[in-house]
């Protein structure tokens, strides 16, 4: 079976201020087959965010290889929708035309009409339709962060790149938005990266979740609940509880080690 996504002994550094050269990713390798939900977890500064800068093409491998359908990145595509993680909207579009704005790229044949469809569609799902008019710096950062959302899936991309794309939306919301994103991707075989530090939204998203510590993997564990999840039946079940221990003592235990490393420096 082919993969949608390789990575393959994916190196990359950041040169820092002082000309140091900092590693931020090493040796990473990750094979994620088509229409499969990986969920990247791990402590701050891990290099999650700059992991989705290589897939999405805004960042190049300094060495090793990403592939999508085969084909080496070589800069950022209409196949792939990306949410950052702050948001990064235009200010001087209202919400309406930031959604549209990427609809122009990626659907260049669709009629006026069909790309209002569009954007109707996704901020509905969102929950803004009522603010389509407004600019952003009129929205609370949740409602950016939503805006981002519709904008990303409106592409109706294959693949989705989401980094922390909940994290300022209020816990009812989010759970919505999760549900969402979910059901979206699984109806559609979208195979989406989602970043995060919310082990119940990983357990409750992912096929996958690939635990980090900085610069690399730490594990990769396969999650087989069946879609769709009810988060209410999922959380009481054993295995949940299981799996929800081991993410947590993976997690907190590379916070742990680093805060220990710091203090000894
Ligand atoms: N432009 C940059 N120049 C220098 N160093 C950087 C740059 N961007 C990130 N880094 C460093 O690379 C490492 C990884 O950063 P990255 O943003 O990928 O982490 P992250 O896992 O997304 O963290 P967070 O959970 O806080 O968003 C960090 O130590 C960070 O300080
Ligand atoms: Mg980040």
Redesign the pocket.
Known sequence: MAFKIEIKNLYFD?L?SKKKI?P?LENINLNIEEGKFVCIL?A????????LSILSGLNKAKSGEVLIDNKKIEGPGIDRAVVF?HYSLFPFLTVKGNVLFGIKQAKKKYKRKEREALVKKYLKNVGLLDAQNKYPNELSGGMQQRVAVARALALESDILLMD?PFGAIDPRLRLELQELVSKLSKDNNKTVVF?T?DIDEALLLADTIVVMEPSKIKEVLNIDFEFPRIREELVSTPKYQELYKKLFSLFYNIVLNEIHEEAML
């Open positions: 950041y820092s900092f931020a791990g701050s500064g891990c290099g999650k965010s700059t992991l993680q922390e970043v530090h």
